[in-house]
């Protein structure tokens, strides 16, 4: 019996590699690897092309040798900042019925851009803490909204990945710092009251909750010893992770709730449990960290539900061997990074 042929559609100048998680899953899942696909190929100025074959779409990379029908495309481990010149190649696979999560290019735009993901939230009532949005301000605008915010605040780009470029801000020289920082950076950015997201014992701790098809299946409690960065385990962050039956139920609620407010049907949720539960942000693309442990329960669950939505849409290629229970083991692990 035939299996599926699953595209990995990925940028390879990423360094999270979440792609050889997705990679391990398809194979377990299928009994064959994916065949990858360098994303850049098929952003706004690529050589891939893509073109009608009957009712399917082929991808070509004509100086790679690649020529194939997916009938299934995982779109992955995309940077944000180049997520929009992959807008033109969504709307295509959207148009051609590609099963693909990766959702089109409004979820992800709103989700990515952190200043339409505030003000969503605002229309849908999902609890977050107070945001400015500043555009080049002037100092007299930025000390504004400082004040404003109690004067103990975190400035973040619109556009950012993994806490880079982001700021724990207390006094006015911090702020100026931070004010110059992204004006030699022409970048737009926010200014968000602290959640005094600070365990008992100093640690700043947060909870990076995974939704997938409106439900929890996985989530970690991050723990950050140096209280004034990021909470993103690139920044030093141990992991900890929590089943879905372990975690609160009210950070559960928001996060399916922040998900569906942009549109997306696979999320991580970053967010704190305290002030009765705030969201900060909605990953596109969550990382994964090191061990079996995500593989089994994020990457699986993740490309089964690309499977199963490739099932009844018809997309399979006919007599596609139905993809069967998975089981880790030792041999199974991904190699530390």
Same mark, same amino acid.
């Given at each position: 019996?035939?299996? $599926?042929?699953?595209?990995?559609?990925?940028?390879?100048?990423?360094?999270?590699?979440?792609?050889?998680?997705?990679?391990?899953?398809?194979?377990?899942?299928?009994?064959?690897?994916?065949?990858?696909?360098?994303?850049?190929?098929?952003?706004?100025?690529?050589?891939?092309?893509?073109?009608?074959?009957?009712?399917?779409?082929?991808?070509?990379?004509?100086?790679?040798?690649?020529?194939?029908?997916?009938?299934?495309?995982?779109?992955?481990?995309?940077?944000?900042?180049?997520?929009?010149?992959?807008?033109?190649?969504?709307?295509?696979?959207?148009?051609?019925?590609?099963?693909?999560?990766?959702?089109? $290019?409004?979820?992800?735009?709103?989700?990515?851009?952190?200043?339409?993901?505030?003000?969503?939230?605002?229309?849908?009532?999902?609890?977050?803490?107070?945001?400015?949005?500043?555009?080049?301000?002037?100092?007299?605008?930025?000390?504004?909204?400082?004040?404003?915010?109690?004067?103990?605040?975190?400035?973040?780009?619109?556009?950012?990945?993994?806490?880079?470029?982001?700021?724990?801000?207390?006094?006015?020289?911090?702020?100026?710092?931070?004010?110059?920082?992204?004006?030699?950076?022409?970048?737009?950015?926010?200014?968000?009251?602290?959640?005094?997201?600070?365990?008992?014992?100093?640690?700043?701790?947060?909870?990076?909750?995974?939704?997938?098809?409106?439900?929890?299946?996985?989530?970690?409690?991050?723990?950050?010893?140096?209280?004034?960065?990021?909470?993103?385990?690139?920044?030093?962050?141990?992991?900890?992770?929590?089943?879905?039956?372990?975690?609160?139920?009210?950070?559960?609620?928001?996060?399916?709730?922040?998900?569906?407010?942009?549109?997306?049907?696979?999320?991580?949720?970053?967010?704190?449990?305290?002030?009765?539960?705030?969201?900060?942000?909605?990953?596109?693309?969550?990382?994964?960290?090191?061990?079996?442990?995500?593989?089994?329960?994020?990457?699986? $669950?993740?490309?089964?539900?690309?499977?199963?939505?490739?099932?009844?849409?018809?997309?399979?290629?006919?007599?596609?061997?139905?993809?069967?229970?998975?089981?880790?083991?030792?041999?199974?692990?991904?190699?530390?990074?």
């Amino acid at each position: 019996m035939s299996r $599926p042929c699953i595209a990995l559609i990925a940028d390879p100048t990423s360094s999270e590699g979440c792609r050889e998680y997705l990679a391990r899953a398809v194979e377990l899942l299928t009994g064959a690897p994916p065949v990858r696909i360098d994303s850049r190929h098929f952003a706004t100025g690529g050589t891939g092309r893509a073109v009608r074959d009957g009712d399917r779409l082929r991808l070509l990379v004509p100086q790679e040798g690649l020529d194939v029908v997916p009938d299934v495309v995982v779109l992955y481990e995309i940077p944000p900042h180049r997520r929009r010149s992959l807008a033109a190649f969504q709307e295509l696979l959207e148009r051609h019925g590609v099963v693909t999560l990766g959702s089109g $290019p409004d979820a992800w735009r709103t989700a990515t851009e952190k200043n339409l993901t505030v003000e969503r939230f605002r229309r849908d009532g999902i609890a977050q803490m107070e945001t400015v949005v500043l555009s080049r301000p002037s100092a007299r605008e930025a000390a504004g909204a400082f004040e404003r915010l109690g004067r103990d605040v975190w400035a973040r780009p619109v556009v950012g990945t993994g806490g880079s470029d982001t700021f724990h801000v207390t006094t006015p020289a911090g702020l100026a710092d931070a004010t110059a920082y992204y004006a030699r950076h022409g970048t737009d950015w926010m200014l968000s009251r602290d959640a005094g997201n600070v365990t008992a014992d100093g640690l700043r701790h947060q909870f990076r909750v995974f939704v997938l098809g409106g439900r929890v299946v996985h989530a970690r409690e991050h723990l950050q010893p140096a209280p004034d960065t990021p909470c993103n385990t690139c920044r030093g962050a141990t992991a900890v992770h929590i089943a879905p039956r372990d975690l609160s139920p009210r950070l559960g609620e928001l996060a399916v709730a922040a998900t569906a407010s942009v549109g997306l049907p696979f999320a991580g949720v970053d967010l704190a449990e305290e002030h009765g539960g705030v969201v900060f942000e909605v990953n596109v693309q969550p990382a994964f960290v090191d061990g079996e442990v995500e593989v089994r329960a994020v990457a699986v $669950p993740y490309v089964q539900a690309h499977l199963d939505a490739c099932a009844p849409a018809g997309g399979g290629r006919r007599g596609a061997a139905p993809p069967t229970a998975v089981a880790l083991g030792p041999e199974d692990r991904l190699p530390a990074r």
